[in-house]
């Protein structure tokens, strides 16, 4: 071969270990910022809950993985405005009964992850498998859940409850597809 065959083949061989060396540490810090958008909140929260970067970021691929597995499916109009007037119905029952409202708005948003194809036996997946489309209004529902599932003895205050049922009204929005000021009849 000649000099320029040989140049040309060391001038590739560059290129191609340079474009790889590029790829090795470009990639990594594309799937963190995608992972970091997607995820919102939720990238930090598992992040700092897994003590290694690699292992979470592996986590919430997972998730989105097991997500893309998921039937999901918007609700029909119809389903909204019937979901849309059950939510009114719970807001005007805490004046009365905030303890009981609490619970119903539980249900309903549970009823309504059933409806659109999540799983809702176990919280802890439920939680994971929002996380890919519905990471705004996660730390929400945590917070509305923790309120919900406290001991029996720990007092929840009236105001507890009313905290509780604006964070859940976050996700059913959410879920729901509600937008703008409708649904808020208990002021945040």
């Known amino acids: 071969m000649s000099a320029e065959i040989w140049a040309i083949i060391v001038v590739i061989a560059i290129v191609v270990v340079i474009a790889a060396l590029v790829a090795f540490l470009v990639l990594p810090v594309l799937r963190r ?10 990238y930090d929260r ?25 039937r999901l499916r918007e609700l029909s109009d119809d389903e909204k405005r019937v979901y849309n007037t059950r939510w009114v119905e719970v807001q005007e029952r805490f004046i009365d009964d905030p303890a009981g409202a ?7 948003v549970t009823t309504i992850m059933s409806e659109r194809g999540y799983p809702t036996e176990n919280y802890e997946q439920q939680i994971a498998d929002l996380s890919v489309e519905h990471a705004e ?15 029996t003895g720990t007092a929840v205050s009236t105001e507890d409850r009313r905290t509780a049922i604006v964070h859940y009204r976050e996700l059913f ?10 649904n808020k009849d208990v002021k945040s």
């Open 102 to 108: 609490l619970t119903e708005a539980d249900r309903l």
């Open 33 to 42: 910022q995608r992972l970091r958008r997607k995820f919102g909140p939720e």
């Open 173 to 182: 929005q959410d879920l729901v597809g509600v937008s703008g000021q409708e």
């Open 137 to 151: 209004p996660l730390g929400h529902y945590r917070a509305a859940h923790e309120i919900v599932t406290r001991p």
């Open 46 to 70: 598992t992040v700092e809950e897994r003590d290694d970067r690699k292992a979470a970021e592996r986590e919430l691929a997972e998730r989105e993985r097991r997500h893309a597995k998921l």
